[in-house]
């Protein structure tokens, strides 16, 4: 595990739901140690990004195909690589955690390829940071 958290005092002072933020962040990392194979790599970093808070969960593994790429949020959808396996999950995760997000004004991306890596990133408006940058 590798955390990077940005040293700037601003990122990390945003006014969120901690509560349903931290469902968000468990799900991510929860999901990031289940589909790695044992002994792989998992990134998190936290850092500034414009006039986001940027919240980037790595993780080395499986990965999701291209074709299921734009699927993964949708509810109750399971990646082609994992249905039919013994890998638990009830397909709702980063759905939920899509819409937490975005009900806090931010917004999530997901890039991956497979049998390589999976990242998520979460971007969370920062009034803080937007205003360092004028």
């Not at 589909?35 to 990134?43: L, Q, R, T």
């Not at 975005?102 to 990242?119: D, K, L, N, P, T």
Request: charged fraction near 20%; hydrophobic fraction near 40%; avoid cysteine.
């Amino acid at each position: 595990l590798t955390l990077d958290i940005s040293s700037d005092p601003l990122v990390t002072q945003i006014d969120i739901d901690s509560s349903r933020m931290t469902q968000v962040f468990s799900n991510l990392i929860t999901n990031a140690v289940r589909y790695s194979p044992e002994n792989a790599d998992i990134e998190i970093e936290i850092a500034g990004s414009g006039k986001f808070s940027k919240f980037r969960i790595y993780n080395a593994g499986s990965g999701v195909a291209a074709s299921d790429l734009d699927m993964v949020t949708r509810p109750y959808f399971r990646g082609s690589n994992v249905v039919g396996t013994p890998v638990a999950g009830s397909g709702i995760g980063l759905a939920l955690s899509t819409a937490i997000v975005e009900a806090h004004g931010g917004f999530m991306q997901i890039r991956s390829e497979q049998s390589e890596f999976f990242e998520a990133e979460v971007l969370l408006p920062n009034p803080a940071l937007a205003e360092t940058e004028n």
